[in-house]
């Protein structure tokens, strides 16, 4: 059983172009997460979010937000998408709160290319 | 200055060498830490958490220390499938900081 998982696994698409990528939790987990890996492999947050708040890194543009429809679910929107977008986007699940461990855990990934 | 600092090799090293990675954080507050290893192409994973007493897995160990803000991890007897990038993580209230990562190879 996957635990978190995320569709496409890979996205060719052009500047410009609107796209969606979907992140499903099984874990029962109250929060989630989306993180961009660029070339030099550096894990950046981008937003995390629970049924209370969204956390968003103002480093992030708003071209980019997240949607979920439901606990277990948080898309990624990214409107008029441009050549820096490039990059590995990981969505990632964990339980905070009271008695929390907070460990994270990774979807597998989906690989954009922006031409 | 970086919520967390972490050298990112690479560290190259024999079959059966131990290694030893350190990451450092900026904030005394910080109350969770863990260490993941991310294989080239894959997401990361959770290798172990950190506590502050220290904690061991077989051949790694994780080490805490609170009053000089950093983090160890000590891999015993590497194998050639240890080879991976290594992450540290902090927690700060709710929000997670990842290293850079440190690259480790293990050559036969």
């Known amino acids: 059983d996957t635990a978190v998982s995320q569709t496409p696994k890979y996205l060719v698409t052009q500047m410009g172009n609107d796209k969606s990528i979907k992140c499903e939790q099984n874990?029962?987990?109250?929060?989630m997460y989306w993180y961009k890996q660029d070339s030099k492999k550096f894990l950046k947050i981008m937003f995390s979010y629970n049924n209370k708040e969204l956390i968003i890194n103002e480093t992030v543009p708003n071209r980019f937000s997240p949607k979920s429809p439901d606990k277990a679910h948080l898309n990624l929107h990214i409107n008029s998408l441009e050549l820096g977008d490039s990059a590995v986007y990981f969505c990632?699940?964990?339980?905070?709160?009271?008695?929390?461990?907070?460990?994270?855990?990774f979807g597998p990934g989906t690989r954009l290319t922006v031409t | 200055r970086k919520e967390v600092e972490q050298d990112p090799g690479p560290f190259n090293v024999p079959e059966g060498a131990t290694v030893a990675f350190n990451c450092t954080y900026s904030n005394s507050a910080s109350q969770s830490f863990f260490w993941y290893r991310q294989d080239c192409r894959k997401e990361p994973k959770l290798l172990m958490s950190v506590y502050s007493s220290g904690n061991e897995d077989g051949r790694f160990t994780a080490q805490l220390n609170r009053a000089s803000q950093y983090i160890s991890l000590l891999i015993r007897d590497s194998k050639l499938s240890d080879s991976a990038t290594y992450l540290c993580?902090?927690?700060?209230?709710?929000?997670?900081?990842f290293g850079t990562g440190t690259s480790l190879t293990v050559i036969p």
């Open positions: 993580v902090v927690v700060t209230g709710n929000q997670f900081y």
């Open positions: 874990l029962g987990h109250d929060t």
């Open positions: 990632a699940s964990s339980q905070v709160g009271r008695g929390g461990r907070y460990e994270q855990y």
